[in-house]
Nanobody, 118 residues
Framework: QVNVVESGGGLVQAGGTLRLSCKVS????????IGWLRQAPGKEREKVSC????????FSSDSVKGRFTISRDTIKNTVFLQMDNLEPEDTGVYYC???????????WGQGTQVTVSS
């Protein structure tokens, strides 16, 4: 059983910075696809950034490219999302998810709220 726990959300002004953490237990990161997804009120869930298990290659959506960076610490089995130059449009609940199967992640965290004020 894989367990995923996010932390690090909060309230920040536009242009500010937050760092989200995703602690994974039950399986090593080099055996799991990990993704950060977000959902804003009234909007579809959006895949923000992902990191592959074997070589740690990352993907980021166009909406956050150049501002958000996904990384991992395989010793701590933790994935990070560094969010710089935050915009009000980045507001939402951010979820960490693990283990991509076919077209969906299997394991999900409880979510952490990110609010960016203008």
């Amino acid at each position: 059983q894989v367990n995923v726990v996010e932390s690090g959300g909060g309230l920040v002004q536009a242009g500010g910075t937050l760092r989200l953490s995703c602690k994974v237990s039950g399986k090593a990161l080099n055996a799991l696809d990990i993704g950060w997804l977000r959902q804003a009120p009234g909007k579809e869930r959006e895949k923000v950034s992902c990191i592959s298990p074997d070589d740690g290659r990352s993907f980021s959506s166009d909406s956050v490219k150049g501002r958000f960076t996904i990384s991992r610490d395989t010793i701590k089995n933790t994935v990070f999302l560094q969010m710089d130059n935050l915009e009000p449009e980045d507001t939402g609940v951010y979820y960490c998810a693990a283990d991509w199967r076919v077209d969906e992640f299997v394991y999900w965290g409880q979510g952490t709220q990110v609010t960016v004020s203008s």
